[in-house]
């Protein structure tokens, strides 16, 4: 048994004769935010895909509450209560924004539907003044909270994003670092890829980094953003 509500061991993945992950272990407990850090390539994403089972690993263990999700089809690991906002902020563009959010809660009631979007609306206001809009008209900023809020709809208890922060302003970056942080505070917890070390380090409670396929670091987030080998190559600074 793994008292972690996350594990990866040894997990290894490739795509054909691409090895994307190699020995890779990584643990989230209840409550944290976890960042992995990496440039392109590092296989931040296969990461995650591996979590939700849309990769499957060739070897090694992933483990939630104990319990191995490597025979677990995809939407049965989404109704364990893991969510995956993925990279490029996949909402459906056609759909309105409540249209968006409301698909997020397919497996809810309309009581805890009518919950999720006041939680949801709360959070993001913006998305509140335009319930309406076709979602593909929304800033990419926007987007980016409404595939959020639409993973909060199912209410998971882990909840995974792909660079939350990619091609988004300056200022929704901010809001949206502040969200995931309330979201944090509410109970949830969140493992966030991120390739803006400097932004993910500040936000997160414990950090991984992943180099070509292989975890090369980890420690707090305080002890990495201080680490000169951290601040050479991922921070800027020398
Ligand atoms: N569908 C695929 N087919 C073949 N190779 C792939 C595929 N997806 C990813 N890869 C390769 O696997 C490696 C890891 O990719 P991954 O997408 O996990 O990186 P990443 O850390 O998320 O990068 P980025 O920051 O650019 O999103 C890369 O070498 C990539 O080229
Ligand atoms: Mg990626």
């Known amino acids: 048994m793994s008292d972690h509500l996350l594990s990866l061991r040894r997990v290894s993945c490739n795509y054909g004769a691409v090895q994307a992950l190699n020995d890779v272990h990584l643990k989230v407990d209840a ?23 849309l990769l499957r690993p060739e070897a090694g263990e992933i483990l939630f509450e104990g319990n191995s999700l490597l025979r677990i089809p995809t939407h049965k690991i989404a109704a364990m209560g893991i969510a995956l906002v993925p ?34 609306f709360a959070l993001f206001p913006r998305l509140q003044e335009r ?8 800033s990419g900023g926007e987007q980016q909270m409404l595939a959020i809020g639409r993973a909060l709809m199912a209410k ?18 901010k809001s949206i670092y502040e969200a995931i942080d309330a979201i944090n505070r509410e109970g949830v917890t969140i493992l966030v890829v ?22 090369v670091m980890e420690g707090s987030s305080r002890e990495l953003e201080n680490d000169p080998r951290v601040k050479e190559a991922y921070l800027g600074e020398v």
């Open 87 to 120: 990279e490029g902020r996949a909402v459906f563009a056609n759909l309105s924004v409540l249209e968006n959010l409301e698909m997020g809660g397919y497996l809810r009631n309309t009581a805890e539907i009518r919950q999720g979007l006041e939680y949801v």
């Open 31 to 53: 409550g944290e935010i976890v960042t992995l850090i990496g440039a392109n390539g590092a296989g931040k994403s296969t990461t995650l895909k591996a979590i939700v089972g």
């Open 156 to 173: 998971p208890r882990l909840l995974l994003l792909d660079e939350p922060s990619l091609g988004i302003a300056p200022l929704l970056v």
């Open 131 to 138: 319930i309406k809009q076709v979602a593909g008209t929304l």
């Open 194 to 215: 991120e390739q803006n070390a400097h932004l993910a380090l500040k936000h997160s409670h414990r950090a991984y980094v992943l180099e070509t396929g292989r975890v």
